[in-house]
């Protein structure tokens, strides 16, 4: 199915079951320990080995020797794979670097070698005796020093974007803010690690593990071993977190295969919480200049976005300057990222890339700039709203309701009892403010499939290898089909994450939820022809409900439909230019309220909304909590999140839960969320959008100006710290 034109009425708009805040399916399972993890395939891996990974201690060089003599003799121990015995190995299309160093390491912590053994702790005890002989080369660990020799990254969406002439704009301009912001370099931080377990038969390979996107994975996978993507099954059904660290092949599943094969039996590996942070990827750090030109009323006339970040030689850039091409109206509009060679461990996606950081910067600017006109920032914002695309002026945008989520944001926050003054407002020793900002998220679709089948008892089995890292996959997915078949939700069975199903958008990007139920969308349609043909009914107004199907004045169950055999359906969701047509676009406004002690510079949030402009809610219960959850993380990255690097050796310090900070319960207090009633029809047969991301893009910023209100201590370099507050600090009063 092509959609290739905007949705107009179809069985999704009944909402009987789209739509509804339904408990999640697979909920009972997780809560009883059902659910199998990566790890946790023991049944169909029996007699497995465990392997240990060992890292890499130089950030660039090359490994002159590796002595696993010792490691070889030490008890249990199967297989040592190092890159001298592991045969020649790709890299897979989404690697930057390989996943297997040797003889060159390009980064701290690269994988050296797999010790595979009886037991872990046998693994684990020899993989410490494997002793590499490394020649250090010199390596470029400090953005600051590379800046000056970032280039354009290469790419037409990462070019220079430019509207109207800005530097004339912004020197007639006559208020004016030129400001630069940092964000550092932040790891996913994900509860489940990186985990695999592989099971070779002959020459298929088998590989349960923890990936967002099975047929990437899979791809990647068969093109670094060399072998026949056919010979490769991938299956994730569960996955304990991802955040977008696991969207991509990473080390542990080459090796386990490698290790498996070379034991000649299932081998798991579960990458240590110690080299997760540094063998991996995470989101880049970035140095951004903001410029804003308005007119004394508070009308923008220039805009500048400029960011630099850096990644490993391929690589590419954190892409934060894309909000600022189309959230604000300006005539005279310029964008540019450049892009520094590092040698630190990869960058690459992590919630939300390129507008989590990216607002941090942006909607701190616009705050101040809001400040100089001496303009309320809400207000600020909605005048310089744009119902068209800046950059292309007869673009219009498919949905845009931003407005109104910052009035119903300001309205529900109480917003008009905030004392713009900083510092002025005092609840006992906590010096109290309030912050807000906008959100703001591209929508994405991706082509997705799916198989739908009646069964002989009526019931209906859907299969696609859509991923559920616990956003609540298989619920809206069931919903979907239980909508279009006129099922109750009891009465659909999903089955996610193997690459045997049919080919979904998966997990990540704030597009996964719209994608894939299109996908199933698309086979419930041909699914419902082949039903009403069989029951000879007229498939085009053929009516489905209460499990039956009807047309013509006939009603006929579908359980007496499979009885003389199931029904399978499948098709898959492509899209044409619609979206080059209208720009698809989700919107919000986050309010935060904060506490400052006034003695320690202590941070403690207070309460935070969020209001969300984002298609069609397909179920208000999982859409909230993805964004709860990402409000969270936003407070993360505002108050704690921060990768150190030590720039003499270009490794990050803190790589592990105990050293990186991430925010507990006691650090979130009330949380709200609103979503505004809106449907897109330029955007899928479901009328959806992304909601996931939106959630992470504006809080971190909602924090920092709610933290200046407090306070009247601007910190333009995150995360906000005490070391950072406490020697600007108003004096106690």
């Excluded at 400090?142 to 790419?155: I, M, T």
């Amino acid at each position: 199915m092509k959609f290739i034109t905007p949705a107009g009425t179809n069985p999704i708009d009944q909402m009987k079951v789209i739509g509804q805040p339904l408990d999640r399916i697979d909920g009972p399972l997780k809560t009883t320990g059902g659910a199998r993890y990566a790890h946790e395939h023991h049944q169909e891996a029996p007699n497995a080995a465990y392997g240990y990974v060992v890292g890499a201690a130089i950030a660039k060089g090359r490994i002159t020797s590796i002595d696993t003599s010792a490691a070889r003799k030490a008890p249990g121990v199967l297989a040592i794979i190092t890159h001298e015995n592991a045969g020649k190995l790709g890299k897979g299309k989404f690697n930057t670097a390989h996943l297997l160093a040797g003889p060159e390491v390009q980064h701290y912590h690269q994988a050296v070698a797999i010790v595979v053994a009886e037991s872990f702790e046998q693994a684990r005890a020899a993989a410490s005796l494997v002793k590499p002989s490394y020649a250090k080369q010199r390596g470029a660990y400090d953005l600051g020093q590379a800046k000056a020799a970032a280039v354009e990254p290469a790419g037409q969406d990462n070019a220079d974007s430019k509207t109207g002439n800005f530097e004339r704009g912004f020197a007639n301009a006559p208020v004016k803010l030129d400001a630069t912001y940092t964000t550092p370099d932040q790891s996913h931080a994900m509860m489940e690690p990186y985990t695999s377990v592989a099971v070779w038969e002959g020459e298929q390979l088998t590989l349960y593990t923890s990936n967002q996107m099975i047929d990437w994975g899979r791809q990647d996978l068969a093109k670094t071993l060399g072998i026949p993507a056919r010979n490769v099954r991938m299956v994730s059904p569960y996955i304990g977190g991802g955040f977008g660290g696991k969207l991509f092949l990473r080390a542990e599943a080459v090796l386990a295969a490698l290790g498996a094969r070379a034991a000649g039996r299932p081998v798991k590996v579960a990458l240590q919480r110690s080299l997760i942070m540094n063998n991996t990827t995470h989101r880049p750090a970035t140095i951004q200049r903001l410029r804003i030109g308005a007119t004394r009323e508070g009308r923008i006339t220039a805009i500048a976005h400029e960011s630099w970040s850096g990644d490993l030689p391929g690589g590419g850039p954190e892409t934060a300057v894309n909000q600022t091409r189309l959230l604000y109206a300006g005539a005279n509009r310029l964008t540019r990222m450049r892009l520094a060679t590092l040698d630190l461990p990869e960058g690459n996606a992590m919630r939300a890339p390129g507008e989590a950081p990216g607002l941090m910067a942006l909607e701190v600017a616009m705050d101040e700039m809001a400040e100089k006109l001496k303009m309320d920032p809400v207000t600020f914002r909605i005048i310089n709203d744009t119902t068209v695309d800046p950059q292309q002026a007869g673009r219009k945008f498919s949905q845009r309701r931003f407005v109104q989520c910052l009035r119903t944001g300001a309205d529900r926050f109480a917003w008009k009892n905030r004392n713009p003054m900083p510092a002025k407002v005092r609840d006992g020793r906590w010096l109290v403010g309030m912050g807000m900002a906008a959100a703001f998220r591209n929508n994405m679709n991706i082509a997705s499939a799916a198989r739908v089948r009646l069964e002989r008892d009526g019931k209906v089995t859907v299969e696609t290898d859509m991923t559920d890292i616990g956003t609540g996959s298989y619920t809206i997915i069931a919903q979907t089909a239980a909508e279009m078949l006129g099922l109750p939700i009891d009465r659909i069975a999903v089955r996610l994450g193997d690459s045997n199903f049919p080919v979904s958008a998966g997990s990540g990007g704030q597009f996964g939820a719209n994608s894939a139920t299109a996908g199933v969308y698309a086979a419930c349609v041909k699914l419902r022809e082949q039903i009403a043909q069989k029951a000879g009914l007229d498939a085009a107004s053929a009516q489905f409900a209460n499990g039956a199907v009807a047309a013509g004045g006939r009603s006929v169950m579908l359980h007496e439909i499979a009885a003389q055999g199931e029904v399978t359906a499948e098709d898959k969701m492509e899209y044409g230019d619609l979206e080059k047509q209208f720009q698809q676009s989700t919107f919000g406004a986050h309010f935060v309220e904060v506490g400052v002690d006034i003695t320690t510079a202590e941070i403690r949030i207070r309460r935070m909304l969020a209001v969300c402009a984002a298609g069609r809610i397909l179920n208000p219960k999982s859409a909230r909590s993805q964004l709860i959850g990402a409000m969270t993380m936003g407070v993360g990255g505002a108050t704690m999140e921060h990768l150190v690097v030590d720039k003499r050796i270009g490794y990050f310090v803190n790589h592990d839960l105990a050293g990186y900070e991430v925010p507990v319960h006691a650090d979130i207090p009330h949380q709200e969320v609103i979503f505004l009633d809106e449907v897109d029809a330029m955007s899928s047969p479901m009328k959806a959008k992304g909601v996931g991301e939106l959630g992470l893009c504006g809080v971190g910023a909602a924090v920092a100006n709610a933290i200046y209100n407090a306070t009247g201590v601007r910190i333009r370099d995150y995360p906000v710290t005490l070391d950072k507050l406490l020697p600007k600090m108003p004096a106690s009063f």
